[in-house]
């Protein structure tokens, strides 16, 4: 991976946040849980077991699941890079074709493994994450042996338009009669239509935002976790945590404070 990322910088310059939540952890276990996103996940150290869609799997050392897959994970000695990708971003829809109808696949069906132990340096845990952020966008790149053409990626301005208003108005309550007035649409149109272009339903999607946001002003001004959970729109912090576990399979915290959230 180390010779990839020399020879050929990732194809996107964006910051990661933007489009793929990617933290390192040690996690001892996550329980069942499905999402919205896809989901990428690679082993540092030590193999692992996984429960996907109710199979049991094994000495594992990566995966990659579909949308709204349940899975859990059994991890007490792993060190492991865990990515939540977007649907609508390209590398969502790079994992669009690469997954078609599968539930998951596991990441030796896409890596060598010789590259198991080039996804990031051996001192990584010493490196800011400037640093490690573009072996990140490295390691994601060489999943995909065929790039996606950019004209795959279609933009719509009426989705522009909803994005940014969502962007502007998280802290307010917002459903999809807002977006529908907005866009002169209908109720049912503005929900396929969102549905078509950013391949998650709207409530997902502002829950999804919600959360990045919250996480992102813990992270950041740390102790201010029930102030984000009010600003974003949860009720209170119970509820943030409650939220976050459903989606993620275990406590915020665990990620807010005792893993490496790559922003």
Same mark, same amino acid.
């Given at each position: 991976m180390? =010779?990839?990322?020399?020879n050929?910088?990732?194809?996107?310059?964006v910051?990661?946040?933007?489009?793929?939540?990617?933290?390192?952890?040690?996690?001892?276990?996550?329980v069942?849980?499905?999402?919205?996103?896809?989901?990428?996940?690679i082993?540092?150290?030590?193999?692992? =077991?996984?429960?996907?869609?109710?199979?049991?799997?094994?000495?594992?050392?990566?995966?990659?699941?579909?949308?709204?897959?349940?899975?859990?994970?059994?991890?007490?000695?792993?060190?492991?890079?865990?990515?939540?990708?977007?649907?609508?971003?390209?590398?969502?829809?790079?994992?669009? =074709?690469?997954?078609?109808?599968?539930?998951?696949?596991?990441?030796d069906?896409?890596?060598?493994?010789?590259?198991?132990?080039?996804?990031?340096?051996?001192?990584?845990?010493?490196?800011?994450?400037?640093?490690?952020?573009?072996?990140?966008?490295?390691?994601?790149?060489?999943?995909?042996?065929?790039?996606?053409?950019?004209?795959?990626?279609?933009?719509?301005?009426?989705?522009?338009?909803?994005?940014?208003?969502?962007?502007?108005?998280?802290?307010?309550?917002?459903?999809? =009669?807002?977006?529908?007035?907005?866009?002169?649409?209908?109720?049912?149109?503005?929900?396929?239509?969102?549905?078509?272009?950013?391949?998650?339903?709207?409530?997902?999607?502002?829950?999804?935002?919600?959360?990045?946001?919250?996480?992102?002003v813990?992270?950041?001004?740390?102790?201010?976790?029930?102030?984000?959970?009010?600003?974003?729109?949860?009720?209170?912090?119970?509820?943030?945590?409650?939220?976050?576990?459903?989606?993620?399979?275990?406590?915020?915290?665990?990620?807010?404070?005792?893993?490496?959230v790559?922003?």
């Amino acid at each position: 991976m180390q =010779e990839v990322l020399a020879n050929n910088p990732p194809r996107q310059s964006v910051a990661l946040w933007n489009y793929c939540l990617s933290f390192i952890a040690d996690m001892a276990s996550v329980v069942e849980h499905y999402h919205h996103c896809y989901k990428v996940v690679i082993s540092l150290d030590n193999e692992f =077991e996984c429960l996907i869609d109710g199979q049991a799997f094994f000495g594992l050392r990566g995966f990659i699941v579909n949308q709204a897959i349940p899975h859990s994970c059994y991890a007490p000695s792993a060190n492991v890079l865990v990515n939540f990708i977007e649907a609508n971003s390209f590398w969502g829809l790079q994992l669009k =074709e690469l997954l078609a109808d599968k539930t998951f696949v596991m990441i030796d069906s896409v890596l060598a493994p010789e590259q198991y132990s080039q996804v990031l340096p051996a001192n990584y845990e010493e490196l800011p994450n400037d640093i490690l952020i573009p072996y990140v966008k490295a390691f994601l790149d060489s999943i995909f042996p065929i790039s996606l053409p950019t004209n795959k990626i279609i933009t719509d301005e009426r989705i522009e338009i909803t994005l940014q208003y969502i962007d502007q108005n998280l802290h307010e309550p917002l459903d999809l =009669e807002d977006i529908a007035n907005l866009l002169f649409l209908s109720t049912d149109r503005t929900r396929h239509l969102f549905v078509e272009h950013m391949g998650i339903p709207f409530s997902q999607y502002i829950l999804w935002k919600r959360i990045r946001n919250t996480m992102a002003v813990a992270i950041i001004e740390e102790g201010k976790l029930t102030e984000a959970c009010l600003r974003f729109g949860f009720t209170d912090q119970p509820h943030f945590n409650r939220t976050f576990k459903r989606i993620f399979g275990l406590p915020p915290s665990i990620i807010i404070r005792h893993s490496r959230v790559l922003l």
